[in-house]
């Protein structure tokens, strides 16, 4: 038996994920970025680490089977599945009314970091800093030279990727709304979070 929590087009959800129980964040419509954070119920000051998890797994683009880690390197998320092409942004900040201003947008456009904010100040919470998403579904690749390459996503109506939580934690997931480039192939799209088991 599974439950769904609908994430609406350039909004945020937040779930909490026991250990053991297994987690899908779906593309429901297709190209939409997701970014995607999880914090430790016992510490919010622990939370999945990009950057501790590419040491761990040694690689920028997570397959299934990887542990990613969080900034304690305690294991937070198995990867079980994948049925996107596979291509996982772990490099880019999540957009905040301060990237929209540098990429030449208007600050009070929707952004991740504030629908993080948001969501967490729902449930009574509030964060030190903001932690490095995992972007889901973001087509980014690091090109020969060094540089970064960003591309629409390529992810499917319905494609997902399939989690299990290592630790009791609180995961954020939100259909990203950014108006700089086009990496959701247009207007912000919907997404959704699903509980397995």
């Known amino acids: 038996m599974s439950e769904m ?7 945020a959800r937040a779930v909490n994920v026991t250990a053991g129980q297994v987690v899908r964040v ?11 954070w999880a914090f430790s119920v016992g510490d919010l000051r622990e939370h999945l680490s990009m950057e501790h998890s590419r040491s761990a797994t040694y690689r920028i683009l997570y397959q ?10 305690r294991p937070m998320l198995t990867i079980l599945a994948d049925t996107s092409p596979g291509i996982h ?5 999540a957009c905040s009314a301060e990237s929209n201003v540098f990429y030449g ?19 009574g919470l509030a964060l030190d800093s903001i932690p490095c998403p995992w972007n889901l579904f ?9 540089s970064l ?24 997931c939100s259909a990203c709304p950014s108006s700089v ?15 397995i088991s």
């Open 105 to 123: 947008a208007p600050a009070e456009d929707p952004n991740c970091q504030d629908n993080l904010k948001g969501v967490m100040a729902e449930r």
């Open 89 to 93: 942004d772990t490099l880019h900040a």
């Open 64 to 73: 299934p089977g990887d542990v990613l880690v969080s900034t304690h390197f």
């Open 5 to 11: 929590a609908e994430i609406k087009p350039g909004t």
């Open 181 to 195: 480039g086009d990496i959701s192939q247009g207007e912000p799209r919907g997404a959704a979070i699903e509980l």
């Open 138 to 146: 973001e087509h980014a690749v690091v090109q020969a030279d060094g």
């Open 149 to 172: 390459l960003d591309e629409p996503s390529a992810a499917a109506a319905g494609d997902y990727v399939e989690l299990r939580a290592e630790m009791d934690l609180v995961l954020v």
């Open 26 to 36: 779906v593309n429901t419509q297709g190209h939409q970025v997701v970014d995607t």
